[in-house]
């Protein structure tokens, strides 16, 4: 579905969906083939280069875990500093293999993490990742599913992380249905996307099958603005984002 207006695509079809699933799939398949000692010590010492990323290795003790720009969202979300101290349910969605609340957890109090990707089955077999690792400890619950029907009680969480995953989903507004349904009153939203328009150069040069959600920041707005009260929001410009590319970066963090 093509919302003229504010130049976004929020709704694709299923085929496209599956496309969009299969190369997610591929690409971290790949990236996390052969994780071991050897590609820690790699990370280890790839990280003295850049002492920002080794105090944040050291300080989260989390060198095996992998990295998809985690550090980067806290960066910009200025270390969660706005949520409350302690959590009593949490769920990412999208959480991919690495996941945000490995870092959200060490700043908050999450007594009960739970995180869910259609992909889940697949990462949950990777090797020295936070999500295969903190699973088979029992230290996180995790499920095959996706956003548009995420499969637990309405105001179960207290705390709702959906971090640039909006872009690879079938129905992005279903998303937000569902995320608000299942979110507690006076509940946190934590919530980032890489954004493009349909009149963005970019869109032209880069849409691909992984990628057929295409957001706008009125979108967003009309969305968010409605149902939360703001707690943290901004729109980073074109030279902040992590590829130059994308004309903004959209964080918010709401309450319910």
């Given at each position: ?79 969660y500093k706005y949520l ?110 890489d954004l493009k328009d ?59």
């Amino acid at each position: 579905m093509i919302n003229n207006d504010a130049k976004s695509i929020t709704k694709t079809t299923e085929e496209t969906w599956v496309k969009a699933q299969g190369f997610e799939k591929n690409t971290w398949v790949l990236i996390n083939q052969r994780n071991g000692i050897l590609k820690i010590l790699y990370k280890f010492f790839k990280a003295l280069k850049d002492p920002k990323q080794f105090i944040n290795y050291l300080k989260f003790k989390d060198f095996y875990c992998g990295n998809d720009w985690n550090y980067w969202w806290m960066d910009k979300f200025e270390n969660y500093k706005y949520l409350p101290k302690k959590i009593k349910r949490s769920l990412e969605i999208g959480s991919g293999p690495y996941s945000n609340t490995r870092l959200i957890s060490k700043i908050v109090d999450i007594n009960d993490i739970h995180c869910t990707d259609p992909l889940m089955a697949d990462y949950r077999n990777f090797d020295k990742t936070y999500v295969s690792e903190m699973h088979k400890k029992g230290k996180i619950k995790t499920y095959v599913g996706k956003g548009e029907k995420i499969d637990f009680p309405d105001k179960y969480f207290d705390l709702v992380i959906c971090n640039n995953v909006l872009d690879h989903v079938e129905d992005a507004e279903k998303c937000f249905s569902e995320m608000y349904r299942v979110l507690e009153d006076g509940g946190y939203l934590v919530f980032g996307q890489d954004l493009k328009d349909l009149g963005n150069s970019f869109h032209h040069e880069d849409i691909d099958v992984g990628h057929p959600i295409i957001l706008h920041h009125k979108t967003l707005d009309g969305i968010l603005d409605a149902n939360y009260t703001t707690v943290f929001k901004r729109l980073l410009p074109q030279d902040e984002t992590r590829d130059k590319k994308h004309y903004s970066v959209y964080l918010f963090i709401g309450k319910k």
